[in-house]
C-alpha cells in the first residue's frame, strides 16, 4: 500500500485548487468537481472500520475468526460509471485481505449485547444470526451505534436496531410522538396540499 505523507496530499489539494482556479469554474462547479474527487480517489474515507472476530453460532468465541469489519455507507457515485451501492457490512480477512460482504443494512433486524458487552448478535432478515466478538466494550458500543446510526439515516431513521442505545431526550421524544427532523416550508407547504387533495 502507497502512503502518501501530509506535506504530499497539501501540495496536491494546492495543485488541484490552482487547476481549478485558472479554468474560472463557479464555487458549485469546484464543489462538485471536488466531491467527485473525493469519491474517486478517498472512497474509503466514508467507511468506518472495526476489528472482531466473526464467531460460528454455536463454537466458542475463541473459534472464531479474526476480520476487519468495514461499514460502508450508501454511495452514489457522481461521475461515471455513477454506480450506487446499498449500506452494507463486509469482512476483509486478516489473513489474506479478501473482502466478502456479511449482509446489507436493509438485512438487518436487531442488534444485542452480551453482558460484557464484547459479544454482538446481529439478526438478520434471512433468519441466520452473525455472531461477532470485539476486543472492548467500548469497541462494541462503538460499532452498535455506527450500525443503528447508519440505519437510521439510510432506512428508517425512527427504528432503533437496539436497546442498547441511549439517544438524547429530545429524540426520545420524537421518536414515540412520530416527530420527525427538520423539514422546509415548501416540503409542509407541498405535503398540506397533497393532503387537501385527497379529501
Known sequence: MHHIMKWQVRELIGEWVTNHQERKVSSTQLKKAFLADAEEFFESCFCEEFFAKLVPLTGPVDSGREVRLVLKPPFKRESPPFEETEPALEAASAEDGRSELLCTLEDVCNISLDE?????ELARRNGIPLRLAVRTRMEGRDLISHLAGFYRLCEKWTFSLSGEL??????????????????????????FKQKSKQR
Open 116 to 120: 460484557d458487552g464484547t459479544g454482538l
Open 166 to 191: 441511549r439517544y438524547p431526550a429530545s429524540l426520545d421524544f420524537c421518536i414515540p410522538n412520530n416527530v420527525h427532523g427538520p423539514v422546509t416550508n415548501n416540503f409542509v407547504e407541498s405535503k
